[in-house]
């Protein structure tokens, strides 16, 4: 597997980047790592983390998109970004997968272009795992590709979460949610009306309408829903979180007593750290593209970068693109051929 | 004034309603409380937590809207329902405002029939706060009475949440954002864009966009959103609280240096709790009726219920909804103005 990571992207870049591909190239022996970017800025880092495997080089790109930048207008404007000579990388056959912890919006503009969408599949979606409380993941689709889906696109992230969890957290059969304001059937906008149609007659393990609470309760494997809300629900998530901790360290460092006790629970502070952290996961995943996009969170550190590619690597090796437009044809000739006999 | 509490909803009912009754009546001397239900369930709690103010009276209603009922078909089918009927004594003039913790849809689907929209108002909304970072409150509307808003009705919401946290938290002219999936001015789907420029023309302290996580950062005081949106930022907020604390409740019982360590922290736990509780809010407000409807969550303690009672007495007190009908009057005329003027 060929993975073209973004070195200029994300809060730490390029010095997070370049670490974690060494890192990554060192435990997964048939990953080579092309970083992309400024030559000047990854070559002394690439010396630094010292690179022993021979599998990690470098691809020049003279230009960033930025965090504030225009995704799209930045992409033509700016001529040679890291991001888009990472799609062009794969569009060309160089590169299996792509990498970014940067402007998540150009990753997606740039990988869509470049690949295409799979056979079978309307729309991309992202796909963003989270941690449940009975300390597995659901994941949630779309979080961000697509504000204004339709009922079918919504069907067709169904079909990508199901595969998607199946190879990838090993759950056989895994159930899907769809994301609604209460658990009974006729709730909703027109949107989540229409698509809870679309789920019921697919042959899904559709599990039916959940609420914002249940993504963390662990009883359902992904959840679906409209880009916008999803982008909301992945922030509302984060902040919430940080607000929580934040609290809680505040709270722990007024009294002398507090900090001795904390003390005390280090390490099991630290471990939740790790556990609540999204460098667990490495990142979110553009499903229903031909190929594999891996965004990875701007606050991505080495670990994260690392498992974004441990993770890309897995998709690939586990063809988990094979498995989704496979699903996707059996669903529509399903609903061929039950619309012929009726 | 006068409050109409459904004594039979939520979680803990009518047991914290009546304790929750009980102590408002005790700590707010002007109030008068008419805990509406079961009469047979209601008076030996009446006895045992002894009411002393003589402001605390029960009026009989045979039937409850339970959690799982469709609300507007249990209002008609059921009949005498507890939140029917306090919806009913506000209509007839005997109470300014009523209260639940039971069905949500149930108490906003009553409330907005029997009261009627304030003058100059399009749509109610539900407006809940959000404790932040900083200490203070974000108050996020509409967190689930309309699901299917137009942009008007998101610039009513912004109205409304001005007045409301300008007489409720104290704050002189408070900024209103939008929520969005990102700060440029061109994001976000339809909805929210058409709602956009009708804000940049309003003469509210418009925020402009703001995103998920803002809301937990204490710089901007209210965040209005579509109720498909707000429902599922509440319930994913309270998942993710949830799913913290119990993380860390859990990994601090592993061992015994762990225990003790988190019992010499207790008292800021303690604190923590009470902070991050909804309790401290009591609960959510139904704006845009021409009364006052408090929508206190369904796991509401008796302190949680008392705190809405009080929280409806200064909504009374500050003439929250003449300020409302006030603004929205001179927002329309200055529209008008200058469309005239063009």
Redesign the interface.
């Known amino acids: 597997m060929r993975i073209a990571v973004d070195a200029m992207g994300g809060d730490h870049a390029p010095r997070v980047v370049v670490e974690g591909a060494v890192r990554a190239a060192r435990e997964l022996p048939t990953t080579e790592v092309i970083l992309v970017g400024r030559t000047p800025k990854i070559e002394p880092l690439l010396r630094e983390f010292s690179d022993r495997t021979g599998r990690v080089r470098i691809e020049h790109a003279a230009s960033v998109v930025h965090m ?1 930048d ?1 995704p799209v207008e930045a992409l033509r404007r700016k001529g040679d970004t890291s991001i888009g000579r990472c799609a062009e990388l794969a569009k060309a056959g160089e590169a299996d997968a792509i990498l970014s912890a940067g402007n998540t ?1 150009a990753a997606v503009a740039a990988a869509a272009l470049a690949m295409g969408t799979l056979k079978g599949i309307r729309k991309p979606g992202i796909a963003a795992p989270f ?3 009975t300390g597995g993941q659901c994941v949630v689709i779309d979080v ?1 590709a697509n ?2 889906p339709k009922p079918e696109h919504l069907l067709d992230y169904g079909i990508m979460a199901t595969e998607y969890v199946a190879a990838i957290l090993g759950t056989p059969n895994p159930s899907v949610g769809l ?1 609604n ?2 658990a ?1 059937d ?1 709730k ?3 949107l ?1 009306k229409e698509t809870h149609a679309l789920f019921r007659a697919s042959h899904l393990n559709f599990a039916g309408n959940v ?7 662990g009883e359902v494997d992904a959840v679906v ?1 409209d ?3 999803g ?18 360290r505040n ?2 460092m ?2 002398l ?2 900090r ?6 280090r ?3 630290r ?2 750290g790790g ?2 952290n999204s460098s667990a996961y490495g990142g979110a995943q553009l499903l229903g593209i031909n190929g594999i996009c891996i965004i990875s969170h701007g606050s991505a550190d080495s670990k994260a970068i690392s498992n974004a590619i441990r993770v890309a690597t897995e998709l690939s090796d586990k063809h988990v693109n094979d498995r989704i437009v496979e699903t996707a044809r059996k669903l529509k000739s399903k609903t061929q051929a039950e619309t012929v006999s009726a």
Chains 1, 2 share one sequence.
Do not use: H, Q, W
Request: one cysteine or more; aromatic letters at 6%; a negative charge.
């Open positions: 504030g225009s919006g941690p449940t409380m961000g504000v204004k994301l304001v209460g009974e006729a909703g906008n027109e989540v609420e914002g609470r249940d993504i963390f309760k829903c880009g916008f809300v982008n909301v629900l992945l922030k509302v998530a984060e902040g919430v979180a940080e607000a929580v901790l934040g609290t809680i709270a722990l007024e009294k007593i507090y001795i006790g904390a003390g005390l629970c390490p099991a502070f471990r939740l556990e609540l």
